[in-house]
């Protein structure tokens, strides 16, 4: 079954203490339909603008990822800058632009409606909403957010919650939603809010899944190089709705096989700037990263 | 077989946002001696004051502890008082008194020279030594360490690692040894030394092995609040080796269990001040959490 991406569609200039690298590809929708690309058939809702480069424009085609709903509008596309500290754990904003995304306005084609898997990527919550709304009887919703929603759109993010069945968070957004340190006491409450699955990233350390079916401790791809972490959370989440919508089955059967494929896709990710590596991935390359991950944690 | 553990023994006071709890059972020695007598026979060598509680000996007796090895001294026990913050990640020391310990030398009771699985938990590295030397061909050598030793006593601690089986830190303290920030690339320079096996402890996020099989994760046990988290690091370690030396066959086929089983008792160490809620453990306890570790990261 297909799956519809709804984020952020940027171009990111990322800093880190050995390189810099101008102008990539970026936004949560771009590692997010990317990711999922590997899994199931992928339609992207977003906004660029006129001097989005063509070469960006034929890589998600490249995924054949329907880009139908992506729009290109006068202006400049959102551009985002940061930079990495020497752990590349800590980033700091160092720039946003939004340009054509100031005044976004998701508008999905009539074909994109009934789209079974929505993965609502980091956007503010209202255009989350927004795409929600179009859309109708979805079998299974995943919202992910950032630090900034909880900043400046907390009611917002709320109500967003509440309509989801799958929310994602990392863990100091979790700290910060719920002002609890404990992971799991953090979990408990993030399910007071509605969703009936709640996954908590936690970077190089993993992902805990709440379930009805109780936890689930998904495990990291052991990398020794981290280049580029940006888009990782997004490529994660991007890979676990890709393979929930190839699985057959319900979701309580799929979802931590899912969580370790999305795992694997943002290794990937980590290992080069922006969306270089990702591009890159085969199946079998997939393949492979996820039988290590069966004999790294199997006692 | 039986199990020989050196290391500190212990008055700990310890102050969490919660709680005051002066002189509890502590050191790194009683942590890991109670921890491995869930598995195999121990025995414990260390050295306490005239002022050692007769209720503490009578707690090492209940977990069939060998005392032969521990010596009480003129003075006082070394009383450790510690803080943690908010969040029980992390603490400062208040207070250290030596007392007996300051001139403390192990001596190895004739029975125990002959011990297979020896226990270094922390301690001064040239204590370490000192009870190495005295030890004939043992199995499987364990050693410990804490940040103290690598500021102070580097030197030492490098020639220790190299005569080591399995040498165990936490990640801040790899981080310190190897100026690694990624903990592949840590455990790898950490080899270099001369160790055949690496754990490096993760706290909540659990630890990582690195082996001549390859590396396991090894997921920590879900809590949902942590008490204190004193001697948790020990009780790891010392399930570790407890567990290694009940069992049969050889260590690559047995440490990954024996990790998770070393998760488990770090679990309950966790849910009490001191040793109060390890000593309430039993073997169906035991097996039930490690039962549930199985379920939480299977996939």
Same mark, same amino acid.
């Given at each position: ?6 984020? $952020? ?19 949560? &929708? ?6 999922? $690309? ?41 551009? =985002? ?32 409606? $009934? ?33 900034? =929603?909880? *900043? ?29 340190? *404990?992971?799991? &006491? ?24 709440? $379930? ?53 896709? &943002? ?33």
């Amino acid at each position: 079954m297909s799956v519809l991406v709804v984020g $952020s569609t940027a171009l990111d200039s990322i800093k880190t203490p050995n390189a810099e690298n101008p102008k990539l590809l970026g936004g949560s &929708a771009s590692h997010a339909a990317v990711a999922a $690309s590997f899994f199931a058939p992928t339609k992207l809702i977003g906004v660029v603008g006129k001097d989005f480069p063509k070469r960006y424009l034929k890589l998600y085609e490249k995924h054949g990822i329907d880009v139908e709903g992506l729009q290109v509008q006068e202006g400049k596309t959102f551009h =985002w800058s940061g930079e990495y500290e020497v752990n590349m754990n800590n980033r700091r904003t160092l720039l946003t632009e939004l340009g054509v995304f100031e005044h976004f306005t998701p508008h999905l084609p009539q074909k994109h409606k $009934s789209t079974p898997y929505i993965l609502l990527a980091n956007i503010a919550p209202a255009l989350q909403h927004h795409v929600l709304d179009q859309i109708s009887k979805p079998r299974f919703v995943v919202a992910d957010t950032m630090d900034l =929603w909880l *900043n400046i759109a907390m009611n917002d993010l709320v109500r967003l919650i509440k309509r989801v069945d799958l929310f994602v968070l990392n863990d100091s957004e979790a700290h910060q939603l719920t002002e609890e340190d *404990n992971v799991y &006491a953090a979990l408990k409450k993030i399910h007071k809010l509605g969703p009936k699955y709640v996954i908590i990233k936690k970077g190089s350390h993993g992902s805990i899944l709440s $379930s009805p079916k109780g936890c689930f401790i998904c495990p990291a791809y052991p990398l020794h190089k981290v280049v580029d972490p940006t888009g990782a959370g997004d490529s994660f989440v991007g890979g676990l709705i890709g393979h929930l919508a190839a699985s057959r089955g319900n979701v309580d059967k799929n979802i931590r096989r899912a969580m370790v494929y999305g795992s694997v896709v &943002a290794s990937f990710c980590c290992e080069g700037f922006g969306l270089k590596s990702t591009t890159l991935v085969t199946q079998d390359k997939i393949e492979q990263r996820f039988k290590e991950l069966v004999a790294l944690t199997a006692f």
